[in-house]
């Protein structure tokens, strides 16, 4: 007996990909393959922040596939695999736009204005 069914490939690709995203979601896998490896080994995945200053290019769709990759794979050798996602605010490009806002060009003017100030 096959392990998988075959695919109709003469079916459109995108009537198929619907197909298993219903699946997907209506079984909640994303989901249960966190919750269902409880006590399992941990192998955490932190995602970097999406840039701050350009548009996503195709380099972005290859590294996010090249990371879900390896999560899936860490889950098929049965961890229990938590994506964290980065959130840093983007850091030096939204500092350098408020000096430029502030009219700022050197550290001793943040100092002056007060780092916590310049940070809200």
Not at 74 to 103: C, N, S
Request: charged share 35%; glycine share 8%; proline share 6%.
């Amino acid at each position: 007996m096959p392990r998988f069914e075959e695919v109709d490939l003469k079916r459109p690709a995108a009537e198929r990909e619907e197909e298993v995203l219903s699946y997907w979601r209506e079984d909640d896998l994303a989901t249960r393959s966190v919750t269902e490896r409880e006590g399992s080994p941990e192998f955490v995945f932190f995602e970097g922040p999406p840039t701050a200053n350009g548009m996503p290019g195709i380099h972005h769709v290859i590294s996010r596939t090249l990371k879900d990759a390896v999560c899936r794979f860490k889950t098929m050798q049965g961890y229990q695999v938590r994506r964290k996602a980065g959130w840093d605010t983007h850091g030096l490009p939204v500092e350098i736009e408020v000096e430029k806002q502030l009219g700022f060009s050197s550290k001793q003017e943040i100092e002056d204005f007060g780092i916590e100030k310049f940070n809200e």
